[in-house]
């Protein structure tokens, strides 16, 4: 049961999806972190922002690798030490991704809202639903499993829901690059490949939580309980 050889074979593609979107992720930023930009990631940010009209959105440097992310409690972005410094097409890109989140915020993009909201029972779900689903098994009590699979089902939708916010934000992180000046048309090749394959890790995590879901569903309420 807690070793079942049927819920790695489940979720063996999406296993398979995310190491490659990690691989891709990796390559393609090595790549465009050769190719000079003519601002730092936090620069480009900074310009990003200013132009959306939100000057009141900070900016901080982070310790880690790829750690950034935007902050919508605190409105500030968090900029990682190989992208805020950084004068590269893989910085300005991975900060004006950021800063389409802030910008996300500002217009109360719909999608970001609801993912926002779910954060809570997300992690709630994330961490109670194993728990709540094996002690159910152990003592054979379905409304266990049933809660543990209740709780998962708020990751999964978690997930979902996050995906069009990440596309969104690489949409709008494009498009602001290129109308301001940032990057040119040759650049954009670069930045392209870089938030390309940052989705992928994204849908990659989604199938991940969708197989195991369908996993829990198949295994402890239609199939066997040993």
């Excluded at 969104?168 to 990057?183: C, F, M, N, T, Y």
């Excluded at 650049?187 to 989705?199: H, S």
């Excluded at 990659?204 to 369908?214: C, E, F, G, H």
Aim: proline share 4%; with cysteine.
């Amino acid at each position: 049961m807690f070793f079942d050889p049927m819920y790695f074979l489940i979720i063996a593609p999406a296993v398979i999806l995310g190491l490659w979107a990690q691989w891709r992720v990796h390559a393609n930023f090595r790549a465009a972190s050769e190719i000079p930009a003519p601002l730092s990631g936090a620069a480009a940010a900074r310009h990003v922002l200013d132009s959306a009209g939100l000057q009141h959105v900070g900016i901080e440097r982070v310790p880690g690798k790829l750690s950034d992310h935007y902050d919508p409690r605190e409105k500030v972005l968090r900029l990682s030490d190989g992208v805020y410094a950084a004068r590269t097409l893989a910085a300005v890109g991975i900060a004006a991704h950021e800063a389409g989140h802030a910008i996300q915020d500002a217009k109360n993009y719909l999608p970001l809202v609801v993912r926002n909201a779910a954060v809570p029972a997300a992690n709630f779900g994330s961490g109670i639903s194993f728990l709540l689903i094996i002690a159910g098994a152990i003592f054979t009590y379905q409304p266990l499993i049933i809660a543990g699979i209740v709780a998962f089902s708020c990751v999964v939708f978690f997930q979902l829901v996050n995906l069009p916010v990440e596309f969104d934000a690489s949409a709008r992180a494009k498009h602001e690059l290129v109308s301001l000046g940032i990057v040119d048309g040759q650049g954009m090749v670069y930045v392209n490949k870089v938030l390309g394959a940052a989705a992928w890790t994204y849908v990659a995590a989604t199938l991940q939580s969708v197989l195991t879901l369908l996993y829990y569903i198949m295994r402890f309420t239609g199939g066997s309980r040993d």
